[in-house]
């Protein structure tokens, strides 16, 4: 069939935001419980609840979860390490209280028949990280403790499940613990740390213990890290030799302790670790005590292999999949999430006897006919001070349509949230809603974005407010002078750290003419003071040390120069957001109005940090599409 003639932006799409939440989940923390595997499904049809899932060896997925329970955690506020399973009972933080329960599902053919039962007492506390310790019949896990004045206190514990109330602390004086993890006799424990005004990614320290028959911890050992070096996912071999990743060299890479000397596994100019936003992270795992299973990134495209760590040889999977995290191993079976440019993100298990690779479940089951999907071209551009940034085009592609000669497309540039964070190049839904529109959209890894290496993370120190926007601003002009996109149609749309980004590329620079901020930042004093404990020294090393430097806070919070503002911008605000507090956009949303520009304010009641409900992530696309047209002038259509 031939093709239709139609402007950029105006083209009619099958992906619809209905399709788009229509039984879509995020998918999260596989794990194997011998033969069972589990997982979390996040739900935007309930609320975004939070709902384990069991697959027998036997049997079909079973939701593990019962409503209203909701298997998430809020330690650092993002949570993550929710829960854990040994020997079909299944240990979860529950988000409504905080409390962790148990649920002894063995056997059980219905999971939620059973009801959980709390594990630890009533309180103003908050648990993540778990890891069974068999031995000594206890939780071992990382608790925030809301209950005093001031800032939250974070320590490992141990948790004992006979008696609720036998709650011990094992390791304090740090102002963050994660990745505790027990050697395979039960006699060592491990963990990292690290403190204010570091983030994990900048510099957390490696500590190792031994553990006592009554489970007390000896003198602690800091094995390696420091305050210049970033440890990621500690874990014991099966012969009890302790390896962990670090960027000490540059890349985040594989590292193993072995007659107290540290010892790199493979040096490559790749990222086998992430940073570290939510606990329960995992990029590899042991096969045996001599093999790895393992995914690195190099250029913004995952890898997944085995690593032989007696013969120093790393062999990749050739796969389709372009992005590969939550790696758990187990024997020669290996749980993984894995997506490619066409495929959303799925649970898949791999067989490393067969090296087969099978489904278990899809984030989406909508099959949609390639010729809707623009598959994503990773473009490096120059910026400024002679360096390159990089980043993921994503061409306007519709089988239905063809724009008019000569006509250049609009293009939105996004900016992902962190800042320490990256793109990459699987689906995603709400990317193929623009291009299957006509709409050109640019996906920036910007200086301070992982997976290129500490140096270029280390871009953004100092910097942040000023190499983001260069970067966002450079990519556009980039596409621009190809002939790619129209320079008079360029928006620019971010998240929280992105939406900083985005408000400041519009009041310092000129190339936007609209823009949508997600929960962004446009006070960086208010965050500064206002924000929660995880984050509260982040700009520390972003911007500089508060109080003493506000001046430079004052002057790269685009609050403050809202008369430098002169284009329509659209905000999208969760009223329960404690990490970006709506007041954030409140002020930005009045001082634009009083100047008299197109400016709109879209808030949910129920959402915090980050939009869960289906409704409200169908009405934040829809509206930010039509404000786009209105501001183009592109002809309306259905969304």
């Known amino acids: 069939m031939s093709s239709t003639l139609a402007p950029y932006g105006s083209w009619q799409s099958p992906i619809t935001t209905d399709l788009i939440v229509a039984g879509a989940v995020g998918l999260g923390s596989p794990t194997w419980d011998g033969d069972d595997v589990y997982w979390v499904e996040g739900r935007p049809s309930e609320g975004g609840r939070n709902v384990i899932v069991r697959l027998s060896s036997a049997g079909e997925p079973r939701d593990v979860t019962p409503a209203p329970f909701n298997a998430r955690t809020r330690v650092h506020e993002y949570g993550g390490g929710a829960y854990t399973v040994d020997r079909g009972i299944v240990y979860f933080s529950n988000f409504a209280d905080g409390r962790l329960y148990r649920q002894a599902i063995a056997g059980i053919a219905d999971p939620q028949q059973v009801s959980p039962e709390p594990v630890t007492p009533e309180g103003a506390f908050r648990y993540a990280d778990l890891k069974i310790d068999r031995r000594r019949g206890r939780l071992i896990c990382v608790r925030e403790d809301h209950s005093g004045e001031g800032e939250p206190v974070n ?36 963990w990292i740390c690290w403190n204010h005004p570091n983030m994990p990614w900048d510099g957390t320290e490696l500590y190792v213990a031994d553990v006592g028959d009554d489970g007390t911890l000896g003198k602690p050992r800091r094995v390696a890290g420091g305050p210049e070096e970033s440890i990621f996912e500690p874990q014991w071999s099966p012969g009890g030799t302790l390896y962990f990743v670090s960027d000490r060299a540059n890349w985040w890479n594989l590292y193993r302790i072995r007659n107290n000397i540290i010892e790199p596994l493979f040096p490559l100019p790749a990222e086998f670790g992430v940073p570290q936003w939510v606990f329960g992270m995992s990029t590899y795992g042991f096969v045996s005590d001599r093999q790895i299973c393992c995914c690195y990134t ?40 894995a997506a490619s440019a066409t495929e959303a993100p799925a649970l898949m298990r791999l067989d490393l006897d067969r090296a087969e690779i099978d489904l278990i479940r899809r984030s989406s089951d909508i099959d949609l006919d390639p010729g809707y999907l623009s598959v994503p071209e990773p473009v490096e551009f120059p910026t400024e001070n002679g360096k390159t940034a990089y980043g993921f085009f994503y061409p306007p592609q519709n089988k239905d349509y063809t724009a008019p000669p000569g006509e250049k497309p609009p293009l939105v540039v996004k900016s992902h949230g962190g800042p320490t964070a990256a793109t990459n190049g699987s689906l995603s839904l709400k990317v193929q809603y623009w291009t299957s529109r006509g709409f050109a959209v640019l996906d920036v890894n910007y200086g301070g974005s992982t997976g290129y290496g500490r140096d270029y993370r280390q871009r953004l120190q100092g910097n942040w407010g000023i190499v983001d926007v260069e970067d966002c601003v450079n990519g556009a002009k980039f596409l621009a002078k190809r002939g790619l996109a129209d320079r008079d149609r360029m928006a620019i749309a971010g998240g929280s750290a992105g939406g900083y980004t985005t408000l400041c590329a519009l009041t310092f620079h000129d190339v936007f003419k609209a823009g949508a901020s997600y929960y962004g930042v ?5 965050l500064a003071t206002d924000t929660h404990k995880f984050e509260s020294r982040y700009l520390d090393g972003l911007i500089g040390p508060y109080p003493e430097r506000r001046d430079v806070y004052v002057e790269r919070s685009p609050i403050h120069h809202s008369d430098r503002l002169s284009c329509p911008m659209i905000f999208f605000q969760g009223l329960e957001d404690k990490v970006v507090p709506p007041a954030q956009a409140e002020k930005m949303v009045e001082a634009l109005s009083a100047k008299g520009l197109t400016v709109e304010y879209v808030t949910f009641a129920e959402e915090q940090h980050g939009f869960r409900r289906a409704e409200n992530i169908k009405r934040a696309l829809e509206d930010e599409f039509r404000f786009y047209t209105r501001v183009f002038g592109i002809p309306d259509q259905k969304v």
């Open 522 to 526: 446009s006070d960086l004093e208010a």
């Open 155 to 190: 320590t490992l514990v141990s948790v004992n499940l006979d008696d609720p109330q036998d709650i011990r602390i094992l390791a304090e004086g740090a102002d963050f613990y994660a990745s505790p993890d027990l050697s395979p006799d039960g006699l060592r424990l491990c």
């Open 298 to 337: 190099q250029s913004g495209i995952w890898s997944l292999a085995t690593l032989n760590v007696e013969a120093k040889q790393l062999r990749s999977f050739d796969l389709s999949y372009t992005y590969f995290s939550s790696v758990r191993v187990r024997g020669d079976g290996v749980l993984l999430l």
